[in-house]
């Protein structure tokens, strides 16, 4: 069994930063790509920003220059250093990775998701 858990979301300033942390925990021989989503109601869940292991980052064109994603393979670990952040960013974000098991499978997880508010 894997799990993704993130941390770090919260209530922010517009023109702030917060940092997101998701560890990937249970039966992992390794992680393909790791990345973040975000979703508000009412609207499809979108693709922030992703990260394939020795591979160059992806982002939305809405936070290009303003998120930064990075990770720690020995800690099977993603984060999301968010700055210059804007109303319009609140959302609840979702970490999502592909996880390599023991059993030879390789399956796709979501985490429980966390809230980020940017507050005007």
């Known amino acids: 069994q894997v799990q993704l858990v993130e941390s770090g979301g919260g209530l922010v300033q517009a023109g702030g930063s917060l940092t997101l942390s998701c560890a990937a925990s249970?039966?992992?021989?390794?992680?393909?790509?790791m990345g973040w989503y975000r979703q508000v109601p009412g609207k499809q869940r979108e693709l922030c920003a992703d990260l394939f292991s020795g591979g160059r980052p992806v982002y939305a064109d809405s936070v290009k220059g303003r998120f930064t994603i990075s990770r720690d393979n020995a800690k099977n670990t993603v984060y999301l250093q968010m700055n210059s952040l804007k109303p319009e960013d609140t959302a609840v974000y979702y970490c999502?990775?592909?996880?390599?098991?023991?059993?030879?499978?390789?399956?796709?997880?979501w985490g429980q998701g966390t809230q980020v508010t940017v507050s005007s």
């Open positions: 999502n990775a592909d996880v390599h098991g023991y059993d030879g499978t390789l399956k796709n997880y």
């Open positions: 249970g039966s992992i021989v390794s992680t393909g790509h």
